[in-house]
T-cell receptor
């Protein structure tokens, strides 16, 4: 399985933008880049995914490097409710998600 | 909004006892997953079902763990006998599509403590 590398933790101020980086230098051509997050005491929830082009949805934006070896999840305006562990996952279609340790995001008022 | 239902939410058991977890996926979701999450780590896949068939159980410790999805709807994960190292959160997830990049929906999990 192609692996991802994420910082263990990051900190942000409330109402500021947050850029969560992910490196995946061994990504294959069929791997989609998925982001999930896990709030305390809850199961993971889907955030966003993409293949080659940048993607936007109501929760976040995903910026994918041209060579696809890295990506960045962008939360445009962090709130206290965004404090969670964020997982960057490479997924071959049809296969299950393989989670790493993720990035623990702390949001301070 | 439809959710993945899991029970029990919490289970405390003694070493060598049997324990079972139940999952009811979102209606119409063909694919069901069981994950185990040890505190401080990301979820680890145990087993993946497509309808009633096992697609991947390569990470399931088959000497003590079993999983079934008899009618292709709800599913049960059993541990017998439980060991101290089995203390973890057991998460169930489902997705609508068999293949593709469909979103996984997770339940709230069942937290197991083995004494």
């Amino acid at each position: 399985d192609a692996k991802t590398t994420q910082p263990n933790s990051m900190e942000s101020n409330e109402e500021e933008p947050v850029h969560l980086p992910c490196n995946h230098s061994t990504i294959s051509g069929t791997d989609y880049i998925h982001w999930y997050r896990q709030l305390p005491s809850q199961g993971p929830e889907y955030v966003i995914h993409g293949l080659t082009s940048n993607v936007n949805n109501r929760m976040a934006s995903l910026a994918i490097a041209e060579d696809r070896k890295s990506s960045t999840l962008i939360l445009h305006r962090a709130t206290l409710r965004d404090a969670a562990v964020y997982y960057c996952i490479l997924r071959d279609p049809g296969y299950a998600l393989n989670f790493g340790k993720g990035t623990s995001l702390l949001v301070t008022p | 909004e439809a959710e993945v239902a899991q029970s029990p939410r919490y289970k405390i058991t003694e070493k060598s006892q049997a324990v079972a977890f139940w999952c009811d996926p979102i209606s119409g979701h063909a694919t069901l997953y069981w994950y185990r999450q040890i505190l401080g780590q990301g979820p680890e896949l145990l087993v993946q079902f497509q309808d009633e068939s096992v697609v991947d159980d390569s990470q399931l410790p088959k000497d003590r763990f079993s999983a079934e999805r008899l009618k292709g709807v709800d599913s049960t994960l059993k541990i017998q006998p439980a060991e101290l190292g089995d203390s973890a959160m057991y998460l169930c997830a489902s997705s609508r599509l068999a293949g593709g990049t469909g979103e996984l929906f997770f339940g709230e999990g069942s937290r197991l403590t083995v004494l």
